[in-house]
């Protein structure tokens, strides 16, 4: 028997109970992605540990039992605010121009995001293949999850306090009750405190 320890868990199997999982199983991996830092410390993790272990395409290797991995990235619903204008506060909504512009910042800033991540899962020589969606990332990365029938979903964590965790929610806390399949929560090292000298 071998053993595989990976995010502090250990498993039990035989060589050759691994061999044929590696041998026709696909891992198929969700990474949640956003601008924070500790979402792409969420990936890197996800790529140096999971894909290590159920072996990663490599270079002059087929990809027969290589996993992948979906990066998805939520981006907030337009909304069609009210502006108050003028002395009288009176209203007005948004115009289609407005509205054009947020949607291509949007789309622009995704594309780039996603486009760092690719890179990184190319340099790891790892499949990936990218997923935009819009709505509460809490929700729509559960969904996607259950929907694309994922075998690990990845977020990383921001280390919230009590009180804005309380406020603001947390999307990983929100996941890791929510998501129908087994889920890593990836903490970032702690911050290293420099003194001036």
Known sequence: M???????LAMQRTKEEGEEMMGKNEMKVMV???????????????LDNLFGITGAVTPGTSDRGA???????????????????????????????????????????SAALLSRALQICKDKNVKAETLVLTGDPKDMICQAAEQVHMDLLVVGSRGLGKIKRALLGSV??????????????????????????
């Open 2 to 8: 071998e053993a595989v320890e990976g995010a502090g």
């Open 32 to 46: 949640a992605l956003d601008e924070s830092g500790e979402s792409f410390y969420a990936l890197k993790w996800a």
């Open 67 to 109: 996993g992948t991995v979906t990066l998805v990235h939520v981006q907030q619903p337009f909304q069609h605010f009210v502006f108050p204008a003028g002395p009288g506060g009176a209203a007005f909504y948004a115009t289609s121009s407005v509205e054009q512009s947020i949607r291509k910042a949007q789309e622009e800033n």
């Open 172 to 197: 990983s806390d929100y996941c890791a009750h929510h998501v129908q399949c087994p889920i890593i929560i990836v903490k970032p090292p702690p911050k290293q405190h420099h003194t001036k000298q």
